[in-house]
């Protein structure tokens, strides 16, 4: 049988004197994610199976802010990463459902939104700019003015009036502040109302009143029908009340869950009492490390929140290492460690007198069956403690803190989800019974906009970024003016000899090689432009083909304006022949090559400095087999391929094709023999036929294309930020 929960139709949440409305909210079960790791035994490396995520069953409201909280490692971004389906398929176990509905990773990315610690902004657009940017995105082909008012309206609830035309901002141009930027990065992502919001560490690094200014926005968000789950690493007591819902982990188990204001009942209920003055949740995850450093692990805690099954109690000195983090257990207790947590629980187990019967699990002692008249959804949560029920039928199976759930009556027995489930979407497996498959919630195409209007879309913000940090292209520019001068000054008017012959082979090379250079640049600017790319891509704000497509015809203009200001510097200076369109293209399509190929190793590459280093490489090895050190035909047979993988060999050829397909005299040999282009061209085993310098074109453009293909595959199917 699968699951088969009753699902009542609304939520009632009373907050001091106010009571809120809101229906459904997001449901997990057996949520098990087991990773493999290496560790070194008695000298040998043996593989070992690690649970980060054990069997994890709870549920989030709609309407709250529920926190996700615990000791360092205890496996927070981890869960939070599950549940917005940011884990590789089939590493995940377990089940969610959204409003009773099941959810696939997919769906759960589609309805939701996943704010993550770091701010990826474009710097040198103002807040208006990029949240106008994500509306277009997100928001699809609705009308300009309805764009521009809900991104007006949304910039006043998250508190930007002031700073509406102020730049984002980085390290060296001043902006807004880290608090606003923080707001801001949660206004892209919340621009197109997801019914799911998920935040990860929204808090860090800011001091505590913008700390507590973002978490009250949030709470707004939530307030006005969205989920909001968020991991927040020691919250100050002010940011405390505004917590409604609450989840603490450790070691990948469930210790706590529930309303933060029924924590101190439940440290009672553990037999421990909070200190005056001292946070009730501070001290639980106090309590909680002090098991984790002592024999009985924390594996007792998370069975007194699953059946109420109270721990044994610590000594004096078990308490008095709370303060430390949490350390592997003593060496002299060795390979006993795991059988003395075992003996410890199972002793509890056996006491009766442990067993605190106000909490009661939602399984079956005997045969770990879900019960049925504990299988259910939240009804009414109520976080005033004076008003709670006193006629509750059952606790929640998700919360270890009775009185804070209570039921709906309409409850129909089921199974749990075997612990193997995939976090998949079965259709048979609706929570609510009256729900067909025919049903399914279709949530409309996977992107607001079609192809076209994303690219136009993504090519204003490119053009827009480029207008306000020309420092990359004007570089690239004066580069090559200052080179052209210095080319043109050098070689003019070259004489008719052998020298001037080598003059120019010179000026070809280096031009080759120049060109080739002018690019390396663009390494360390799209590595910055990758983690924005992987936070918008990963909740389908448009295309991998489309930010392809749009990066390259930004490229096109810069790109044939730095050839074209170079061909003219050098041109009439050094006397060079041939048509002079064909210099200019050869030029223009060994940048674009050039470009792509440096764009390909930017997106494998980790970071800028393995990024130079690749290029580099590269370049020196296509510099050696581009035919200028040894003839083509003189390479070994070997080494041939890569003669003709090194982009350089086109364009290195083609302008001495340009150059000397001719006859016309270009010096003499010792023997006072003129020596003609053509044989100058035969001498170094080049190719005297016309077509052949259009061939050579073909083929750049041809790899140009070639790199900016295996871009996109690394984009579309290697930026994915998700754990494996």
Not at 71 to 82: E, N, V
Not at 253 to 277: A, C, D, E, I, Y
Request: with cysteine; net charge positive.
């Amino acid at each position: 049988m699968g699951h088969r929960y009753g699902y009542p139709p609304a939520t009632v949440i009373d907050i001091g004197e106010e009571t809120l409305n809101f229906t459904g909210g997001l449901q997990y079960v057996d949520l098990t994610y087991t990773v493999t790791k290496q560790k070194e035994v008695e000298g040998k490396w043996l593989k070992q199976e690690v649970d980060l995520l054990n069997r994890i069953t709870g549920s989030a409201p709609k309407g709250c802010i529920t926190a996700v909280m615990g000791p360092s490692g205890a496996g927070k971004s981890t869960f939070l990463d599950g549940l917005a389906g940011r884990i590789a398929t089939g590493s995940l176990k377990g089940r969610v459902f959204l409003d009773g509905k099941p959810m696939s990773p997919s769906l759960i990315k589609r309805t939701s939104a996943y704010i993550m610690q770091d701010d990826r902004l474009f710097p040198m657009l103002t807040v208006y700019e990029t949240l106008m940017f994500a509306a277009d995105f997100r928001l699809g082909p609705i009308s300009r003015v309805e764009k521009r008012q809900r991104v007006e309206k949304l910039i006043d609830q998250l508190g930007l009036t002031s700073s509406w035309n102020t730049y984002i901002g980085d390290a060296g141009t001043r902006g807004v502040s880290g608090g606003e930027r923080r707001r801001v990065s949660i206004g892209v992502d919340i621009i197109h109302g997801p019914s799911l919001l998920f935040l990860d560490e929204p808090t860090s690094g800011l001091d505590s009143t913008s700390a507590y200014s973002v978490i009250e926005k949030v709470r707004d968000i939530a307030r006005s029908g969205s989920t909001v789950i968020l991991t927040i690493h020691q919250p100050s007591s002010r940011i405390q009340l505004l917590l409604d819902h609450m989840i603490v982990l450790a070691r990948g188990q469930l210790m706590f869950q529930g309303s933060p204001q029924n924590v101190t009942l439940h440290l009672s209920r553990m037999g421990r009492k909070v200190p005056k003055g001292e946070s009730a949740i501070e001290f639980l995850i106090d309590v909680i490390q002090e098991y984790d450093q002592s024999e009985f692990g924390v594996e007792v805690v998370a069975e007194f929140a699953r059946s109420g099954r109270k721990p044994p109690q610590l000594t004096e000195e078990e308490m008095s290492v709370s303060t430390a983090a949490p350390t592997p257990p003593p060496a002299n207790r060795g390979h006993d460690w795991k059988n003395n947590r075992r003996l410890a629980l199972k002793a509890s187990e056996d006491s009766d007198n442990g067993f605190d019967r106000s909490v009661r699990s939602p399984y079956n002692n005997t045969s770990r069956s879900w019960s049925a008249s504990h299988i259910g959804v939240v009804h009414q949560l109520r976080f005033t403690p004076t008003r709670q029920r006193t006629d509750q039928k059952a606790p929640n199976p998700m919360s270890s803190s009775p009185g804070y759930y209570t039921y709906s009556s309409d409850i129909l027995p089921g199974t749990p989800t075997p612990h193997s489930s995939d976090y998949t979407v079965n259709e048979n497996d609706y929570l609510t019974p009256d729900v067909a498959p025919k049903t399914v919630q279709h949530l409309g195409p996977k992107f607001a906009n079609s192809i076209f209007p994303e690219i136009w879309i993504l090519m204003r913000r490119n053009f827009k970024n480029i207008r306000r940090t020309p420092e990359l292209f004007l570089s690239r520019l004066v580069v090559l003016t200052v080179m052209g001068v210095m080319m043109a000054t050098m070689f003019m008017n070259p004489k008719i000899s052998v020298q001037g012959i080598t003059n120019r082979l010179s000026f070809v090379i280096f031009t080759v090689c120049l060109f080739f250079f002018s690019s390396n640049d663009a390494v360390p600017a799209f590595i910055q432009e990758r983690f924005i790319f992987v936070r918008e891509t990963s909740h389908n704000a448009y295309r991998a083909s489309t930010y392809t497509i749009a990066g390259l015809i930004t490229y096109l203009p810069f790109l044939a304006l730095q050839a074209g200001v170079y061909a003219c510097i050098v041109w009439k200076a050094l006397e060079l022949r041939g048509p002079f369109y064909y210099f200019f293209i050869v030029l223009y399509a060994s940048l674009l090559s050039t470009n792509s190929f440096v764009m390909f190793v930017s997106s494998v590459v980790p970071n800028y400095i393995l990024g130079y280093a690749a290029v580099i490489a590269f370049t020196a090895l296509f510099f050696l087999f581009c035919g200028y050190f040894m003839n083509s035909h003189d390479i070994p047979v070997y080494w041939k391929w890569m003669n003709k993988v090194s982009t350089m060999t086109y364009p290195y050829e083609g302008l001495l094709m340009n150059q000397y397909q001719t006859n016309q005299t270009f010096g003499y040999d010792p023997n006072m023999k003129p020596v003609t282009g053509f044989g100058i061209l035969s001498s170094l085993e080049i190719s005297t036929v016309e077509f052949k310098k259009w061939e050579n074109v073909i083929i750049m453009i041809g790899w140009a294309a070639f790199y900016r293909l295996c871009f996109y595959i690394v984009l579309r199917f290697g930026s994915k930020n998700k754990r494996t």
